[in-house]
């Protein structure tokens, strides 16, 4: 466990100066209609849980990975019902054929970086087979999504994320605040040409809750409550454009079997629409969708299930703020990527009515 614990003090000021970093809502931006829970994140689902492991290790290295638990038991024994919506295929997730033909999800699920994945699997199953009560499983489906923080900032080649870095993001993973913004899974990203990173939010329904996770990693023209600010600011500042993927990850506690769940996944790419996303053919743009909801009398009615979807939607489109608000600019492998500007981002939305 030496090497994460060592590369996680390496990164303790750019953490410092993402705390400074207001989220959206901290600037008055709110997205949607309805109410978000206590933390305003993934987590705010019951059970929940989220850990990061991030690497920074000399002028190369600025990767990671990003564990997202459904629950803190032993998710072979007590799977969740799950989905996986595939909005361009440019990418790599590994155990997504099992989950939608079975419509569960048996493992942590895991974000990190392309090349990372075959080690990333690997490791999640040493650490699932290692759970007292699964030594004689002979078949595990680990879940495992990415996006490519090679083109700029990371020494992708070198397949830096492995067996500690996975244990350690799955072991310290917790309920509460999440770490936003240039951590994890996130810290090599580029999203719009700023730096990209780890964002959440979550919406309220009723007695329900959805949360959401990205890892954004994409291009297009930055659309912030429908207003060009990616645009406005290459105007001020000359092109910066961005290239890549996304991974969304959706929680609920609301009762939804996998075909409603595959439902709400495909949701978010509405929510991932409206921040301007260009879709590219290299863009690996994918949902992964779960209930935490245990042996539910009756299930969420496709009537009823609508509401489900404008929270993932609201969600999607928060997150994807928050991961470019709460990223600081970064430097690694030969290249900078600066940080969305907050005063000039304040100013364009200020000017068009968005912000007081």
């Known amino acids: 466990m030496r090497a994460p614990l060592i590369c996680l003090l390496c990164v303790t000021a750019g953490l410092a100066a993402g705390q400074t970093r207001p989220r959206a809502r901290d ?7 309805l109410p978000t829970g206590q933390w305003n994140a993934i987590t705010d689902v019951a059970g929940v849980l989220v850990g990061h492991t991030t690497l920074i290790r000399g002028d190369r290295i600025r990767t990671g990975v990003t564990a997202v638990l459904p629950h ?4 072979f024994r007590e799977k969740v019902p799950g989905a996986v919506f595939v ?5 790599k997730l590994a ?3 099992q989950v939608n033909e079975l419509g569960e999800i048996e493992t942590p699920i895991l974000l990190t970086s392309t090349l990372d994945v075959p080690r990333a699997a690997d490791a999640l199953l040493d650490y699932m087979l290692g759970l007292p009560g699964n030594e004689a499983v002979r078949s595990i489906n680990p879940l495992v999504s990415e996006t490519n923080d090679g083109y700029l900032l990371n020494d992708i080649r070198g397949r830096h994320v492995g067996h500690d870095e996975v ?8 309920d509460g605040p999440v770490e936003e913004g240039a951590v994890g899974a996130g810290t090599g990203t580029v999203a719009f040409g700023w730096k990209g990173g780890i964002g959440t939010s979550s919406r309220k329904v009723g007695d329900y809750t959805v949360g959401v996770l990205v890892q954004t990693n994409f291009g297009g023209d930055l659309t912030i409550a429908g207003i060009p600010v990616g645009r406005e600011l ?9 290239n890549g993927s996304i991974v ?21 790419m509405f929510g991932l629409a409206r921040t301007g996303a260009d879709g590219s053919n290299g863009s690996g743009d994918y949902a992964i969708a779960f209930s935490t909801a245990r042996n539910p009398a009756r299930l969420v009615t496709n009537d009823a299930v609508s509401r489900l979807f404008i929270a993932a939607i609201e969600a999607t489109e928060e997150a994807i703020y928050n991961s470019l608000l709460k990223a600081v600019t970064t430097t690694g492998n030969g290249h900078t990527v600066e940080a969305l500007p907050i005063e000039e ?12």
């Not at 803190?72 to 998710?75: K, T, V």
């Not at 981002?345 to 007081?356: N, P």
């Open 27 to 33: 600037l008055g931006i709110v997205t949607g209609i």
């Open 72 to 75: 803190a038991g032993n998710l």
């Open 87 to 91: 909005g361009n295929g440019f990418g």
């Open 95 to 97: 155990g997504s054929t």
């Open 167 to 174: 244990f350690a993001a799955i072991q310290n993973a917790k």
């Open 234 to 242: 290459r105007q001020r500042a000359g092109p910066n454009s961005g």
């Open 248 to 268: 969304i990850v959706v929680a609920t506690d609301a009762p939804v079997d996998a075909r409603n769940l595959r439902r709400i996944a495909a949701r978010t």
């Open 345 to 356: 981002t304040k100013e364009i939305l200020k000017a068009h009515g968005v912000l007081r």
